[in-house]
């Protein structure tokens, strides 16, 4: 795979080790071991019936409920979310099984993930998930290893691209 950026030009080289990719909705992290994408993480409770605020990481944000079962990080806990309502970015939602504000309560804080492999598959060439960008090795045009993809923030303008050099800076 290769892409390219102003001059440089990325190729696909898996690093090994947890990547992460940074947004302004926040921080989602890829862990290859077991290849999960953190798609959103509960905020806390709203209201007395359960429900519970989700600062979702995926575009549009509602979209973190078309995934099916989210887990833990563990994949030991997995949880039924569906949307209740949205005011911007703030998703209100409910979780199976959970019907009052103390058992909200003591989801925050909680990441909600993915398996890599239950993102949909994208068809079209010129599209692609941040997180297959990390860990690209990144070439000058003559073809000089730069260094590596680290993350990819989105601040609402355009995606930005860090890249950590070969050299460590």
């Known amino acids: 795979d290769q892409i390219f950026i102003d001059g440089l ?10 990547h992460t990719v940074s947004s302004a909705k926040g921080t989602a992290s890829r862990d290859p071991a ?3 994408l953190c798609l959103g993480v509960i905020t806390g409770p709203v209201g007395i019936c359960g429900h519970i ?9 509602e979209k973190i409920a ?13 949880f039924d979310l569906s949307i209740v ?29 993915i398996e890599r492999q239950n993102l949909p598959v994208i068809d079209e060439e010129e599209l692609y998930y ?7 090795a990144v070439e000058t045009k ?17 995606d930005l691209i860090e890249v950590v050099r070969a050299n460590g800076e």
Do not use: E
């Not at 941040?130 to 690209?136: A, K, N, R, S």
């Not at 003559?142 to 923030?153: C, K, M, N, P, T």
């Open 9 to 18: 030009h990325m190729k696909r080289q898996d690093k090994g080790g947890s």
């Open 53 to 61: 605020r989700v600062k979702s990481f995926t575009t549009p944000p």
């Open 85 to 113: 309502r949205q005011r911007g970015d703030v998703l209100t939602a409910r979780l199976a099984g959970v019907d009052n504000r103390d058992m909200a309560q003591s989801f925050k804080g909680q990441s909600l993930f």
């Open 34 to 36: 077991q290849n999960l």
């Open 130 to 136: 941040h997180t297959d960008l990390i860990g690209m």
């Open 142 to 158: 003559d073809g000089l290893l730069y260094g590596y993809v680290r993350a990819v923030h989105d601040f609402g303008a355009g």
């Open 66 to 78: 078309d995934y099916g079962l989210l887990r833990d990080m563990s994949g030991h806990v997995q």
